[in-house]
């Protein structure tokens, strides 16, 4: 079965560090571009990051940029999304996604339309 799992999300205080991560199965990563998205209740999808497939270039939205790093370890199938000093408004389901052809950009200002894959999501909850 072909699919992307995220995990690491939970409750986190103001200021506080999560890893997200964004594992694959039944497909290799090697050759896809990989893209977080984030939707909180109410509000759109908001594209969070992306990174290349060879990992690199990254992306990221204005709102996260110095606090949150993509990466990626192709040996472990595996993309991550370090995010740090978290804020309330940064509380969301985070979803990966992975492409063979979109680029990052186009990832991104697409809010994710059309990539190939997608996790179920995994819910942050940044709360005191």
């Known amino acids: 079965q072909l699919q992307l799992v995220e995990s690491g999300g939970g409750l986190v205080q103001p200021g506080g560090s999560l890893r997200l991560s964004c594992a694959a199965s039944?497909?290799?990563?090697?050759?896809?571009?990989i893209g977080w998205f984030r939707q909180a209740p109410g509000k759109e999808r908001e594209g969070v990051s992306c990174i290349s497939s060879s990992g690199g270039s990254t992306n990221y939205a204005d709102s996260v940029k110095g606090r949150f790093t993509i990466s990626r370890d192709n040996a472990k199938n595996t993309a991550y999304l370090q995010m740090n000093t978290l804020k309330p408004e940064d509380t969301a389901v985070y979803y990966c996604?992975?492409?063979?052809?979109?680029?990052?950009?186009?990832?991104?200002?697409?809010?994710?339309?059309?990539?190939?894959?997608w996790g179920k999501g995994t819910l942050v909850t940044v709360s005191s």
């Open positions: 996604a992975a492409d063979d052809y979109l680029s990052c950009s186009v990832m991104l200002s697409n809010l994710g339309g059309g990539m190939d894959y």
């Open positions: 039944g497909f290799t990563l090697d050759y896809y571009a």
